[in-house]
Structures are given as C-alpha cells and as structure tokens.
C-alpha cells in the first residue's frame, strides 16, 4: 500500500457567490504555494452560493487534485465555513483566506517564512483598506477598538481572518465548541507565538460583500459577547445608579410633601421618567437575552453545519 504523503501546507477558502473570482483566485494561491511546497491542498467550502461555484470548483478539481472541496447544504455563515475548513485540512501549516482576493495570496510565502522562526501565528494586519466606504471603515475602527478595551484578551486590531496557523493552535480551536464561532478571538485567547505581517487590502473585484451591516453587527455581537462580560456589568451598573437616583427622587417627594408642605406635580415629568426607566429596562433585558441565547444554542448541540456533498473525508460531529 502506497504511504500516504505528508502536506506541508492548507489553504481554507470560504465562498459565497464568487464565480467571476474563483478563476484568479486559484491560479494566484496555486502560484504562491507552489513557491513554498509541492505538498499542499486548497479547501474551498462552498457556503451555500447561488451562482456556479460548486460547479466551477469540480471542474477544477478534474485538472489539479489538491483542491478540493466542502459545500453547504445552504448558508451558514463565514466562520463556520472557514471553521469546517480547518476540520477538513491536513496540512502541517494552514492558510484562511477570504475567496474575494481583497487580501493577497501573495503574501503567503511571507507569512510561512516567519512562521519558520518560531511563531506558531502570522496573521496579516492591514495598513489601509481601498474601496470600501467611511462607515465601514469607522465601525470597523471602532468596533476592534472598543473590543480590545473590553476584553482581557489581546486581539490584533485591523486584522481579519487572513492568517497562517501551526497544526497545534487547529487541534486546540477543534476543542473549543461554542457554536458562535468568532475565530480571531479564539486564537487570540489561545496564546502560542504570534507576529504579525502587513498589507494593503484590495478593494473587491466581482460582485458584491457577503457581509451587510445585519451580518457585520451579529458578527461584533458575537465578538464581544464570546469575550467579555462588560456589557452585563455596565446593566448592573446602570441599574444601581437609576435605582439611586430613583429613590432619592422619592425621599425628596417624601419630604417635600410633609416638610415643605408642596407636592411635588408633573404628569410630563412622570412619563418622561417612566418612559426612561423602561427604556434602560428593555436595554438591560435585550444585552442579557444576548447571552442567554448563546447559552441556548450551545445547549441544544445542533451541528454547526450540515455537508451536502464533499471530496473529502470529514471529521466534523
């Protein structure tokens, strides 16, 4: 029986609707990892894409086996796509890149590099961010920002999934199974050695992002729910400091009304509060059903994806 070769290198591609890239993409991650090793694998996974995805990566897998792919009975989202990416991959070192070439394959052969001294993380972190608009830009900004200053965590700011990771960090995220996946924190928390190479983000070249605010604001959700408790703390604190001030307004209605002899009047001023406190009730009620339906997900252990089809073996529950 043949021995089966070891791969040096996996390349995990999420896709959604990116026909018109799918061409150059793979020609272009094929040239840089080529450049590295001759034993490697691409995995794209086919996160439930309308279009002739799937059917443009059979055809290329009939001209070069080491792509291979994972479709989605229908859409999951990103990070369980990349996530059932990294379950599938072999290789010793292992790629995540977007399939909308916005972050460059180029930069591969960089990051494997410094990965060879010792770091078992090479992430690329962006230095601008071409074709995008100033509101995603800002909320990006400040969403990485205010993540960091809530977490105890280091998590690189302006820095997507685009990284490289040693086998060791994969088989520790395989451990970690919260379903509301939120990769660059997870491997943040994991420690290890992690450095970091920069880049100029291309603007993208087909279609349209698979990332609208809905999802981006569910995505910052996930984040900071999955790190951080800050948010319950601060309805904890808002609480006390409503529930202060409420009940000095009622000692001073006390003794306005037997002391000073005026009592104190004002429909206006009692809706305004009432509509107040029950607006910073609902506030409350809405970040700890957040939470709340984390813990519920997690309970009922759906799987995180369901594989309609693949040409390779899987290891997913």
């Known amino acids: 029986m043949k021995e089966k070769k070891c791969i040096k290198l996996s390349v995990v591609v999420p896709i959604f609707n990116e026909e018109e890239t799918i061409p150059e993409l793979v020609e272009r991650i094929t040239k840089a990892v080529e450049s590295i090793s001759t034993l490697y694998e ?19 897998h009939k001209s070069n086996a ?41 930069l591969i052969p960089e990051m494997y590099n410094k990965s060879k001294n010792g770091f078992d993380v090479v992430y690329a972190k962006r230095v601008s961010r071409k074709g995008e608009s100033f509101f995603k830009k800002i909320t990006a900004t400040l969403f990485y920002r205010i993540l960091s200053s809530i977490t105890s965590i280091d998590i690189p700011l302006d820095t ?8 060791k960090v994969v088989n520790q995220l395989k451990q970690m199974s919260e379903k509301n996946k939120f990769l660059r924190g997870q491997i943040a928390w994991l420690g290890f050695n992690q450095t970091y190479v920069t880049f100029q983000r291309d603007e993208r070249k087909h279609g349209s992002t698979g990332y609208p605010f809905r999802k981006m604001l569910q995505f910052a959700l996930d984040g900071i729910t ?3 408790d800050v948010p319950l703390r601060i309805v904890r604190n808002v609480g006390f400091i409503v529930s202060t001030f409420a009940f000095i307004v009622i ?4 003794f306005s009304h037997f002391v ?14 009432s509509m107040f406190i ?23 252990n759906r799987p995180l994806c369901i594989i309609d089809e693949s040409n390779v073996e899987s290891e997913l529950a």
């Not at 002739?52 to 990566?57: D, G």
């Not at 997507?160 to 040693?166: A, S, W």
């Not at 000692?251 to 006390?254: E, I, T």
């Open 66 to 106: 080491r792509i291979k792919y994972i479709n989605f009975s229908r859409n999951f989202g990103h990070q369980i796509a990349v996530t059932a990416g990294l379950d599938f991959a072999e290789g010793e070192k292992i790629v995540i890149i977007d399939g909308d070439l916005q972050d460059p394959p180029e």
């Open 260 to 273: 000073l002899k005026q009592t104190i009047t004002g429909w206006s001023s009692l809706i305004i509060s």
């Open 251 to 254: 000692l001073y209605a006390v």
């Open 42 to 60: 691409l995995i794209f996974v086919n996160d439930g894409s309308k279009d002739s995805s799937l059917q443009l990566l059979k055809t290329l």
């Open 226 to 228: 999955s790190f951080s």
């Open 160 to 167: 997507g999934d685009f990284r490289l990771i040693d086998r």
């Open 278 to 300: 029950g607006g910073i009730q609902l506030f409350a009620i809405g970040i700890i059903g957040e939470y709340i339906s984390r813990i519920n997900i997690n309970l009922l």
